[in-house]
């Protein structure tokens, strides 16, 4: 069924800039970003709305991160600035195909799951 790609990820600098792309197979509405750091839980960083009407951020990451759509290509992106050192995880973007007017950074509100792009934070 559907599938994710996410790529982008890398060893960058405290300071340093990435820009993730999470590219699906086919139409999606919400896509949401995760990460996963080493020994913690999965948590929500961000969410977009189909038609991108609806953004969402953890605290920790807003002002610094900016999540975009480009429909056409089927495409995420996730602009990360000024990353930080606790940054460093696995990140993956997630889809649903179900409409509820509004994104989600809740895990399990999301059926499709990339397999995720490695973020090292380091000096």
């Known amino acids: 069924q559907l599938q994710l790609v996410e790529s982008g990820g890398g060893l960058v600098q405290p300071g340093g800039s990435l820009n993730l792309s999470c590219a699906a197979s086919e139409f999606t509405y919400a896509i949401g970003w995760f990460r996963q750091a080493p020994g913690k839980e999965r948590e929500g960083v961000s969410c977009?709305?189909?038609?991108?009407?609806?953004?969402k951020y953890t605290d920790s990451v807003q002002g610094r991160f900016t999540i975009t759509r480009d429909n056409v290509k089927n495409t995420v992106y996730l602009q990360m600035n000024n990353l930080k050192p606790e940054d460093t995880a696995v990140y993956y973007c997630?889809?649903?195909?179900?409409?509820?007017?509004?994104?989600?950074?809740?895990?399990?509100?999301?059926?499709?799951w990339g397999q995720g792009t490695q973020v090292t934070v380091s000096s």
């Open positions: 997630a889809a649903t195909r179900y409409y509820s007017g509004a994104c989600s950074m809740v895990i399990r509100d999301y059926p499709y």
């Open positions: 977009i709305s189909g038609r991108a009407s609806s953004t």
